[in-house]
Structures are given as structure tokens and as C-alpha cells.
């Protein structure tokens, strides 16, 4: 009889191979005695939980075990708390060497892991905007020791984004809250620290020039049932239609990595960010992707519903509700597209951009700037004579927007100078006689859509150290 099929002794389910990691981290992988037998094992084992199948390595011609064997529980938070309390002890009294065990390496893990290992007991999970961090530590202390509970925030604003890490003391203690907790909260383990792209400040605003931004955090999540509690979360099923948002989730057949998921999305112009996490109840490939505004997320949806990476594996997009009104967001992404078509026709056309600069025969004027954007209010220019203190470099996407409506946007700051557009090129400058006002319309601009034209605001170089750059022989 086929071995991955077969009843392990004394009884029991035996899982197939292509369940072995069903579910992650369920298997255990020990280093004991060669005269150890599967008896002893299923004897100590067993008070831990359900035993789905015990394997003691041996040698292929002499059948003599290689002192390493393996056993499957039926829960991850079974095996983990096998290893936390066995790691170390004897098996029986006449042994005198202690046994090893560790959390078996699995086709998403690159080896064993052992109780310290961080991948193990740092969760990560969704939650209201509203929640705090003593909110998230009230609710997870239940099922363990915590450590640290965070919750990621936008850099620029400091609002919650709805996701939160939780680490626990134990791996036990992980496990036993992703089993446990409200499907809500949509639980899976975290990636470990050193593997996330991290960036100060410094770096951060450097990268800008770059043309690439600092990620955050990210997160995956899978659709589960939702209750009334995670309002900002619920799809409202009952309407027979699907929730729209900037915010995707991408589930396929076979495991992605990062880059290989912001390679994808990355074909829709407007991304903010990507996350890949593993799921701990399956081996397939979870993400969530976010877009800066809500059109982008849509044609990102229909267009890659369905795309074939890898060839043959067809992945699956969805909406995912961040809590924002549906319709508020399509009449943002409408008079976003109008303005984008408008300002495109505008860019294009001397003529029409002479007509709406002086106002035509009827004195009309240019259409108010559209965005979701909280801007000040308007404020004087400063003195052309005035010094300048501080200059911005901005980067438009996929036009320049009209002279006038970029000097109504950016004298919002206060201390304004000049701004001004290169020729022929999708870039400008703005000069500021205050580098708080510079620093500040930095901070509100950056990556944000106005009149369907996505901006990149930054620091430019001084003059001099324009000026001592080695010129292009190309």
C-alpha cells in the first residue's frame, strides 16, 4: 500500500503528501535516539493533540532508524506547543541525551524553525480604522502573552490603515489566536522584520527622486465571513453587487513573492502599495494590492481578473472594502476622469489652452481642482525679488497640468515665488521664500491626484549642485 496513503499504527487519519503542510506548521520534525520506536513517540506526543500520522526515518537497505522521525498534528497550534514543551527532555528515563524538536521546514519555509524563530509568533490582522492599540491588545490577550501589538499608519497623515501586527511570547500563542479569533480579523502569521523593505526619512524623500517609493508595512487577507462589528470591512452582500475600493485582494493556485505581485499591478499606473502573506490554512498565494485612487483599482480588476501568471495558473482579483463610500468614490474617480480629459485636450491644444487661460469670448474660467486632497486655503504670492529658500522638483503622471492651476495649488502653502514647467518635458518647479511652506506642500502633494493627474513632489537639487553635474554626452 501506498505509504502517504496508508493508516499510520494505532489508527488515525494519515494525510496525503500534498496535505502534509495542510495546515502550515503543523508537523513537527524531531532528532532522538536511533533505538526510539514510533510507540514512545505517539505515547509522549499524544497529550499535545491529534496525532494524524507518525514517520521515523530509516535506512533504505538496513531499515535501521536515522534518528529523526516526523509527526503531523491536526493544528498548528497542536505542534507548537509539542515543540515549546519538548524541545530539550528525554523521552524516557534510560535516555541521557535530550531530544531536539522543531517546527518541520514546508515548501514555504526555507528550513526547521525552533521556538525562537520570529516567523512563528508575529501575526498580523485587520481591523476597524477606529481600533487603537490597547483595543488590539484587548482583544488578542486572551489567547496568550503579547509582547508588542502595532498598527500601521499613513506616513503622511497618521490614520490608521486598518492593519495591525501582534507578537506574541510564544509560537503557541500566534497559532492559537489565528485558529481562534474572529475570521473578521483575517489572522495569518507576519513575514519576519528583516525580510520587509524598511526606510527612514532620509531615505524615503532620496528614493523619491528615484522615481520609487518607500513601501510600508504591507499586508495580505483572504475573504472569510464578516460580522457587524467590522462595518468598515462588510461587502453588503444583500445588495447583490460587489463593493468597489482602492484596495484589491489577489488570491492564486501558486505562491507569488512580492515583486513578482508589484510587477503585475504595476502595468496600472496609480499603485501605492503590495503586501504577500502566507495563509495558514492553505499553500496558495495571497496579496493585497492598493491604489491611490479608486479608477485605477477598477480598471486593475477587470483588466487582471482572470491573467494567467503563471501560464496556466489564472489569479484571481476582488474588491476588498477599506471603508470608504462607494459612491463618493465613483463621483471622485468621474470628475477625476473628466478633469484628466479636460486638462489632456487642454495640453494638446494651443488654441484651447489660450481660450481657457483668458477666458474666451465669455470670460469662463479654468474648473476647479479636483481631488480628495484637503487643501488650505489660497494665500498671496510673495515678491518675485523675494530669496529663495527652498526649491521643489515635481513630477506629473501622464501630463502636465496648466500653469494657472498649478500656481492655485501651490501658493495654498504660503511664500510662494514662482512656479513654472520645462518644455516639452512632464516636470516643473516650484521656488518658496519659506521652507516650511516647501516641506508642508511636500508632505500634503506627494503621490496624491489632482485633476486626474498624479504628482510626485520633492526636494530639488540647489543650483550649484545642478550646475557641477557632469553633462550628458548622449
Known amino acids: 500500500m501506498d505509504e502517504a496513503g496508508s493508516c499510520a499504527s494505532g489508527g488515525g487519519f494519515r494525510p496525503g503528501v500534498d496535505n502534509l503542510d495542510e495546515p502550515p506548521n503543523s508537523r513537527i520534525f524531531l532528532v532522538i535516539s536511533k533505538y526510539t520506536p514510533e510507540s514512545v513517540l505517539r505515547e509522549r506526543f499524544s497529550p499535545f493533540g491529534e496525532i494524524q500520522d507518525i514517520w521515523v526515518v530509516r535506512d533504505k537497505h538496513t531499515k535501521e532508524s536515522k534518528g529523526i522521525a516526523f509527526v503531523k498534528f491536526a493544528r498548528s497550534s497542536q505542534a507548537c506547543r509539542a515543540m515549546e ?18 517546527i518541520a521546514q514546508s515548501r514555504s519555509s526555507g528550513s526547521h524553525r525552533d521556538v525562537e524563530d520570529e516567523e512563528l ?56 489566536a489565528i485558529e481562534n479569533c474572529d475570521r473578521s480579523f483575517r489572522a495569518i502569521l507576519a513575514e519576519p522584520k528583516n525580510k520587509a523593505s524598511e526606510f527612514s526619512e532620509q531615505d524615503y524623500y532620496s528614493n523619491m527622486r528615484q522615481e520609487t517609493l ?14 457587524s462589528e467590522f462595518s468598515s470591512f462588510d461587502k453588503n452582500d444583500s445588495r ?18 512580492e515583486e513578482q505581485l508589484f510587477s503585475i499591478f504595476d502595468i496600472v499606473p496609480g499603485l501605492e502599495y503590495c503586501e504577500v502573506q502566507r495563509d495558514p490554512y492553505s499553500n496558495y498565494g495571497h496579496g493585497v494590492v492598493q491604489y491611490f485612487n479608486v479608477a485605477s483599482a477598477i480598471y486593475a480588476k477587470y483588466k487582471l481578473h482572470g491573467f494567467q501568471y503563471p501560464p ?105 515665488i514662482e512656479v513654472y514647467l520645462v518644455s516639452g518635458k512632464n516636470v516643473g518647479y516650484a521656488k518658496y521664500a519659506d521652507r516650511i511652506s516647501a516641506n508642508d506642500a511636500i508632505t500634503t502633494l506627494h503621490g496624491k491626484i489632482l485633476n486626474g493627474v498624479r504628482l510626485k513632489v520633492m526636494l530639488a537639487d540647489s543650483p550649484r549642485e545642478e550646475s557641477n553635474k557632469r553633462q550628458r554626452t548622449y
Open 85 to 102: 514543551e519538548m524541545h530539550g527532555q528525554c523521552l524516557s528515563p534510560n535516555d541521557t541525551k535530550p531530544i531536539k524538536v522543531f
Open 121 to 176: 509568533t508575529r501575526i498580523f490582522v485587520m481591523i476597524p480604522k477606529s481600533y487603537t492599540e490597547e483595543d488590539l491588545r484587548e482583544k488578542f490577550k486572551v489567547y496568550g502573552d503579547i509582547e508588542y501589538c502595532s498598527i500601521i499608519k499613513n506616513k503622511v497623515t497618521g490614520e490608521s490603515k486598518g492593519l495591525g501586527y501582534v507578537r506574541y511570547l510564544k509560537p503557541s500563542q500566534a497559532a492559537q
Open 214 to 227: 518607500g513601501h510600508e508595512p504591507r499586508v495580505n487577507m483572504f475573504p472569510f465571513e464578516q460580522q
Open 240 to 257: 447583490g453587487q460587489e463593493a468597489i475600493s482602492k484596495r484589491l485582494s489577489v488570491v492564486s493556485r501558486v505562491p507569488f513573492t
Open 312 to 416: 496556466g495558473n489564472r489569479i484571481g482579483v476582488s474588491f476588498v472594502d477599506d471603508g470608504n463610500n462607494a459612491a463618493d468614490l465613483l463621483r471622485k474617480m468621474a470628475t477625476q476622469m473628466v478633469a484628466a480629459q479636460l486638462a489632456s485636450m487642454v495640453w494638446n491644444n494651443t488654441n484651447q489652452q489660450q481660450f481657457l487661460q483668458f477666458g474666451g469670448n465669455s470670460g469662463s474660467q479654468l474648473p476647479q481642482i479636483q481631488t480628495d486632497v484637503v487643501l488650505p486655503s489660497c494665500k498671496k504670492k510673495a515678491p518675485p525679488e523675494t530669496p529663495v529658500k527652498e526649491r521643489l522638483f515635481i513630477v506629473f503622471n501622464p501630463h502636465p497640468l496648466p500653469l494657472d492651476v498649478l500656481e492655485d495649488i501651490f501658493c495654498r502653502f504660503g511664500n510662494l
